[in-house]
């Protein structure tokens, strides 16, 4: 095979071997937004909760966003999130059957997050500085539904 026709090679199999990766990363996850600024009454309610129960050090600022976790999404499973801090979803449901959620404030100034589950799943995704909550869950069995919203998520049970 000629030198050129070898390259040529290369840059198709490169190529194609981009696209499958991309492909496969797109598919990981899903992305939906929540424009609304106006809270419901739910909303103000969870909101006072969280910040009357959750340590004053450990509570969010207009620096950081909230990352919310839905319990039944990661139940069993530890996450790390950025590479060293860790989240282990080891909860019992409660009465109802509602595995609830954990909360983990970053600093907005981080502009991406990267969440690994047991260190098999990777999931990037970026931090936008018009929300200051973000929401990760489940769409589907193989996605993870990840949604940027303004106010404090009223939903308890996942």
Not at 21 to 39: A, G, H, M, Q
Request: charged share 30%; net charge positive.
């Amino acid at each position: 095979m000629k030198p050129s026709n070898r390259h040529k090679l290369f840059l198709l199999n490169l190529l194609i071997l981009c696209l499958i990766l991309y492909n496969c990363k797109s598919t990981v996850r899903e992305f939906y937004y929540d424009n609304r600024i106006e809270k419901t009454d739910h909303e103000k309610i969870a909101e006072e909760l969280y910040f009357n129960n959750v340590p004053k050090e450990q509570q969010k600022t207009d620096k950081d966003v909230l990352l919310v976790f839905s319990g039944s999404a990661f139940k069993g499973k530890t996450i790390i999130i950025n590479k060293k801090d860790r989240l282990s979803f080891d909860l019992n449901p409660d009465h109802t059957g509602c595995y609830g959620i954990l909360f983990k404030k970053v600093p907005k100034s981080l502009k991406k997050i990267n969440i690994s589950v047991e260190g098999k799943e990777n999931i990037i995704f970026p931090i936008s500085d018009k929300y200051d909550y973000i929401y990760i869950g489940d769409v589907a069995k193989s996605k993870r539904g990840i949604t940027y919203s303004h106010n404090f998520p009223s939903y308890f049970c996942m």
